[in-house]
């Protein structure tokens, strides 16, 4: 088994050099989930040391569009931080760092109260103080995203950036379920979803998200922001092209890439 401190740096210089590489499961060493978090957590820990700041907690392949496509049937988790803020660092810096950056829709949840605890799904409203539409910016540090469950841990699922548009309410935003989801790509649609896309309910990406947490003992702070999942497959980051997505009840938002 490849140590996790080897991983880590293998990872550091495929995104470094902008030059990913094979994944690191293989049916000889098919690796686990907890090997995968310890390589995140390394990663976490030499962005924090070097001035990033955590903002928020991002779940992936939530749906099963994404989980059918990439070949991993189960939810993951990973951490964000104001380095992947496209409205902080901006696009053009963002995806100068990528080698094969996709741009996906996804709904944002702001936590208003400390996230310690594995919360029960009917609690789960008592914790958002907003919702938002969101795109993120995906990019695998693994040659074509061929990566298993340990890998895309280990890469901290493909975190690369995040745009959040305005925060709204919860209790006035309608069920989040039948929520329609359209994506376009220069004002063509390429792809439609409904919230429920998301686990048969966005507001589950939170439960699921506070028993991880309680599981690794770990607390999320108040104000953190936490991408529920994409709701549709991904779409190839083009220069030049613009990105929207528009979630009912909750408006619209573009990436404009350079
Ligand atoms: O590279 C990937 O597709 C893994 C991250 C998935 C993100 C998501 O499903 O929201």
């Not at 030059?19 to 978090?37: E, N, Y």
């Not at 962005?47 to 955590?54: I, S």
């Not at 990439?70 to 995806?95: H, K, N, Q, Y």
């Not at 996230?115 to 040659?143: H, K």
Request: aromatic share 4%.
């Amino acid at each position: 088994m490849i140590p996790a401190g080897d991983a880590h740096q293998a990872l550091l210089a495929a995104r470094r050099d902008r030059q990913p590489r094979t994944r690191f499961s293989t049916s000889d060493d098919p690796l686990d989930a907890g090997w995968g978090h310890q390589v995140q957590a390394l990663d976490r820990k030499a962005r924090t040391a070097e001035g990033e700041v955590l903002v928020g907690m991002k779940l992936g392949l939530n749906s099963r569009a994404k989980q059918q496509t990439m070949g991993v049937p189960e939810p993951i988790v990973g951490f964000l931080t104001d380095a992947m803020d496209l409205d902080v660092r901006g696009a053009a810096a963002v995806v100068a760092g990528t080698t094969q950056a996709r741009v996906e829709p996804e709904i944002a949840f702001r936590l208003a109260v400390d996230l310690d605890r594995a919360v029960p799904v009917w609690r789960i409203g008592d914790l958002v103080d907003g919702v938002a539409v969101a795109l993120e910016v995906i990019d695998s540090r693994f040659v074509g995203y061929r990566f298993g469950l340990p890998d895309v841990l280990a890469d901290n699922t493909s975190a690369a950036g995040f745009t959040v548009g305005e925060w709204t309410p919860l209790r006035r935003v309608g069920d989040l379920a039948t929520a329609g989801c359209v994506l376009d790509v220069d004002g063509a649609v390429v792809h439609t979803a409904a919230g429920a896309a998301i686990l048969g309910h966005p507001l589950l990406a939170l439960s699921h998200l506070s028993r991880h947490l309680a599981a690794q003992g770990e607390v999320l702070p108040a104000g953190s922001v936490v991408l529920a999942g994409a709701l549709t497959d991904a779409v190839p980051v083009r220069p030049g092209a613009a990105y929207g997505v528009a979630v009912r009840g909750l408006g619209s938002l573009t990436l404009r890439i350079p």
